[in-house]
């Protein structure tokens, strides 16, 4: 059986995340397996690089899938974004890979952005794509607090109480926080790369280091959350809306090109 990688873009918020959901709300996967079942009959379950949560969007989420017959990448991501509609979901790549190719087991670094605005005005264009705060933020403050964090280190104070991970330690290979202006604010981008990440990690991070900024927090408090190893220490978890999966890497990269990545490196 043939299998085939796909780079996904999708907007999460109609959606209850990535994970097929036992109780039949709306999830990605369940959308993308609909719509192999229509072109080859039966039932497809197709494994992605991250599972992302209720709300959170991708640009560069990663899957494959083992279909019966071969196919042209090019058809199969046509066929495939036709059934998709009118679903926010659409394939932007699509390759044939080898047997021991694995969208989640194969990575080996995982990229994320999150948006957050810092605006009065209520984000109009933006809605549902950006977490905004009402108060102004000091970058060189975030920054400093996000120094602490990049490394390895024990984040059970950044992870979910439901994290299924067997162990709370993970490295963090960078985490870099760009700004430009907007009208009537600003827009903090920060970009995080790890191999992986622990349920929660990037929002847990972004949510503390958004108290730094808006004075809350002293940068140093953020290295004392860390050496805590207490959840209860973390600020608070800041909205999905804001965080997009934005590249899965691999030794090879499946697609052969550098579509897809973002401005973190």
């Known amino acids: ?137 000091d970058l060189g403050a975030m920054r400093e607090g996000a120094a602490h964090l990049i490394g390895k280190h024990d984040f059970t104070t950044f992870r979910s109480t439901m994290c299924q991970a067997q162990s709370p330690v993970k490295s963090i290979d960078e985490i870099r926080i760009l700004c430009h202006d907007t009208p009537g604010g600003t827009e903090f981008r920060l970009y995080l790369r790890a191999r992986s990440f622990l349920h929660n990690q990037v929002r847990s991070i972004v949510g503390t280091l958004e108290r730094v900024g808006a004075g809350s927090w002293a940068p140093a408090r953020v290295a004392e959350a860390l050496r805590a190893r207490d959840r209860a220490a973390c600020g608070p978890v800041c909205p999905p809306e804001g965080l997009y999966l934005t590249k899965a890497c691999y030794p090879v990269d499946p697609f052969g090109d550098e579509v897809g990545g973002d401005e973190a490196g």
């Not at 990663?62 to 058809?75: E, G, I, Q």
Request: aromatic share 10%; glycine share 8%.
């Open 1 to 137: 059986m043939p299998r085939y990688a796909f780079r996904i873009e999708y907007d999460g918020g109609p959606f209850n995340g990535w994970q097929r959901q036992a109780g039949g709300q709306p999830s990605v996967q369940q959308a993308i397996e609909e719509a192999l079942a229509r072109l080859e009959p039966g039932e497809h379950r197709i494994a992605a690089a991250g599972r992302t949560d209720a709300g959170v969007h991708a640009t560069g989420q990663v899957a494959h899938v083992d279909l019966a017959k071969p196919w042209d990448p090019f058809r199969l991501a046509e066929a495939l974004n036709w059934h998709l509609k009118p679903a926010p979901v659409a394939i932007t790549a699509c390759a044939q890979v080898p047997d021991d190719f694995h969208a989640r087991f194969s990575a080996i670094e995982r990229r994320y952005l999150f948006r957050l605005l810092a605006r009065r005005a209520p984000a109009v264009l933006d809605a549902g794509r950006v977490w905004q705060v009402r108060g102004a933020l």
